[in-house]
């Protein structure tokens, strides 16, 4: 069984639209993040819940909103898409914030 | 502010020979290590992790790596990679100082050659 799951694994879409991507974890974990992974494979975190309460939130445009609906579940919604938000997102989650984290497998958009 | 540097880039390496990949953290305070591994086009999957004990970590797939406090480093070591080995690999550390927030080092990328 998968971990954490994201979906879709792949996103391709055009400038100015908006998307969702959706972010599940079945290990019980207290706390999932976002990361932005870029071209040149730089990891940098964008946001974190910890119980459905945002604890980390990174100098991310406001274009990308994260919703917690409850635990198991993280997804990231993006408006107004624009090139330079083509990477690879992946979601992970962690029972608390000094544990190991569990990536998903990513899920790679590209803006055109 | 907490920074985790990888000094390589790239490690080109011949099967069965060992490999080395070097971390180096920045921190004032206790800090926790992590070595995780991106396969090609796969999320990341944890290798390793340093909280506190042993400074000798061994981790999955026979890698190993040492903590050293005098040195802020955290080198990651195999004594003989085989052809599967070949990924990126991240250094990552985090901080009570610094929120318990995750930093990743840039990455290495380890290619195995026959």
């Known amino acids: 069984d998968t971990a954490v799951s994201q979906t879709p694994k792949y996103l391709v879409t055009q400038m100015g639209n908006d998307k969702s991507i959706k972010c599940e974890q079945n290990?019980?974990?207290?706390?999932m993040y976002w990361y932005k992974q870029d071209s040149k494979k730089f990891l940098k975190i964008m946001f974190s819940?910890?119980?459905?309460?945002?604890?980390i939130n990174e100098t991310v445009p406001n274009r990308f909103s994260p919703k917690s609906p409850d635990k198991a579940h993280l997804n990231l919604h993006i408006n107004s898409l624009e090139l330079g938000d083509s990477a690879v997102y992946f979601c992970?989650?962690?029972?608390?914030?000094?544990?190991?984290?569990?990536f998903g497998p990513g899920t790679r958009l590209t803006v055109l | 502010a907490q920074s985790v540097t990888q000094l390589d880039s790239q490690v080109p390496v011949f099967e069965e020979a060992p490999v080395e990949l070097r971390c180096n953290y920045s921190?004032?305070?206790?800090?926790?290590l992590f070595w995780y591994v991106q396969y090609p086009n796969q999320g990341l999957q944890l290798l390793l992790k340093y909280l506190s004990g042993s400074t000798l970590v061994k981790g999955i797939n026979g890698f190993e790596a040492e903590f050293n406090k005098s040195q802020t480093s955290f080198h990651l070591r195999k004594p003989s990679v085989h052809i599967s080995d070949t990924a990126e690999y991240f250094c990552?550390?985090?901080?009570?100082?610094?929120?318990?927030?995750?930093?990743f080092g840039g990455g290495t990328r380890v290619l195995v050659k026959p």
């Open positions: 819940y910890n119980n459905k309460e945002l604890i």
């Open positions: 992970a989650s962690s029972q608390d914030r000094l544990a190991e984290q569990f």
């Open positions: 921190s004032s305070v206790s800090v926790y």
């Open positions: 290990l019980g974990h207290d706390t």
């Open positions: 990552a550390g985090s901080s009570k100082a610094a929120g318990n927030k995750l930093t």
